[in-house]
Nanobody, 128 residues
Framework: QVQLAESGGGSVQAGGSLKLSCVGS????????VAWFRQAPGESREWVAC????????KYADSVKDRFTISRDNAKNTVYLHMTRLAPEDTSMYYC?????????????????????WGQGTQVTVSS
């Protein structure tokens, strides 16, 4: 059974930093690309960043580029999202997600339908 567990959320002031973690289990971690999404109350879910199987391809939404860094440690079955220069508009529930099948090398998707397994989320709140 595929499981994803996020942690590391919290409340910070604008300009601060947080590092989120997503631990996967129940599948061969290094064979799947993984993404972070976020969803604020009353808003649709937004893709934030993704990493290919070995981290050779990384992609970011324009809204977080140069502020957020996605990385992964396959030995620990973990994907990270290091968020810096946080702003109130980054306030959201953050989710990690992965596919239900092995992904090809050097690729990760920005498309939500590609992702079929989701964690429960971790809340990030940024105050001004």
């Amino acid at each position: 059974q595929v499981q994803l567990a996020e942690s590391g959320g919290g409340s910070v002031q604008a300009g601060g930093s947080l590092k989120l973690s997503c631990v996967g289990s129940g599948f061969t971690f290094h064979k799947r690309f993984v993404a972070w999404f976020r969803q604020a109350p009353g808003e649709s879910r937004e893709w934030v960043a993704c990493t290919s199987r070995y981290g050779e391809t990384l992609k970011y939404a324009d809204s977080v580029k140069d502020r957020f860094t996605i990385s992964r440690d396959n030995a620990k079955n973990t994907v990270y999202l290091h968020m810096t220069r946080l702003a109130p508009e980054d306030t959201s529930m953050y989710y990690c997600a992965t596919t239900s099948r092995d992904g090809r090398l050097n690729f990760c998707s920005e498309e939500e339908p590609e992702y079929e397994s989701w964690g429960q989320g971790t809340q990030v709140t940024v105050s001004s």
